[in-house]
């Protein structure tokens, strides 16, 4: 939707048609080449500072997606005759390797939090879960706390698109999270707030402070090479989760992604990785010859 939205601003105050049948292919395209040559990296974001930088390939791709994914819709539900995205490109994203925390970086992250206040150990069970489930910054900060399953072992996300789903956790988070809420979740400021992550006052944590926390504490740790942030334990997961073993089809499901295409840009590995993954899984030091 926030993509949506600032396309609609574009048109808007480019003096460009904003009534949906009206909206022609070329104002589509002229949009994404304003995003490749006049706008920089963060200046939309809601929680990142702005940059001097281009917007990356892959962020410009993700736009074109949501352009095409809701003309599409709008055909499909009979809104529109023609489809006007039908013919838009999505351009092609540069193969880079996402930097993601390695063990070390993950150990020393969490050793600059202080378990001993209740503030600390909430934080603890935040970047715990970032950690072991992938889930968006949004979606964490909307986490309900019945949106909590301990017994199942899963989380119930609403993810983009008003999307539901179940997100698996492992015992360790899950006996996180009951000490959390038995012991150290302050008592809502209103009978009305049932987000599981409160501030000590009581009131929901927005996604911008959660965010600033993970920066915070990435600071504190003395982290280099790698920006700290909840989207990098995002990549961390799908990357460890791979590695340790589990699957593409899975790994999708649990990160909410309709198309594995999109998964894929989280799963560059570096060249010591895929030696050591070949070093693993070598079909001639696996087989007795």
């Given at each position: ?30 949009f ?78 969490f ?97 911008d402070r ?40 899975t ?10 295409d ?28």
């Open positions: 939707m926030q993509k949506l939205r600032y396309l609609h601003r574009y048109l808007e105050r480019r003096g460009l048609p904003t009534h949906i049948p009206e909206i022609r292919i070329d104002h589509l395209r002229a994404l080449v304003h995003l490749q040559t006049e706008v920089k990296a963060g200046c939309n974001h809601p929680y990142k500072p702005a940059t001097s930088k281009p917007l990356s390939s892959l962020t410009i791709a993700g736009y074109a997606r949501a352009i095409k994914a809701f003309f599409s819709w709008l055909s499909r539900e009979g809104y529109i005759e023609d489809n006007p995205a039908q013919l838009l490109k999505v351009p092609k994203t540069a193969q880079v390797i996402v930097p993601t925390l390695s063990d070390d970086q993950i150990r020393r992250f050793g600059a939090i202080d378990l001993s206040k209740s503030s600390g150990f909430r934080d603890y069970c935040i970047a715990l879960t970032f950690l072991d489930t992938g889930i968006r910054l949004t979606e964490l900060a909307n986490l309900r706390i019945d949106d909590v399953d301990l017994e199942k072992g899963h989380l119930k996300v609403m993810g983009k698109g008003w999307k539901e789903r179940l997100v698996p956790i492992g015992a360790r988070v899950q006996k996180a999270l009951w000490k959390y809420i038995h012991r150290y979740r302050p008592e809502p400021a209103h009978p009305a707030i049932l987000n599981l992550f409160l501030s000590q006052r009581g009131y929901p944590l927005s996604a959660i965010y600033r926390m993970t920066r915070a504490y990435g600071e504190k740790a003395g982290l280099q090479g790698v920006r700290c942030s909840p989207h990098t334990f995002r990549h961390t997961f799908a990357k460890k989760f791979l590695l340790n073993g589990g699957d593409l089809f790994l999708q499901k649990i990160l909410g992604h309709s198309s594995l999109v998964v894929r840009l989280y799963l560059n590995l570096s060249p010591e990785e895929v030696e050591m993954q070949h070093r693993k899984y070598s079909p001639v030091d696996l087989m007795r010859l």
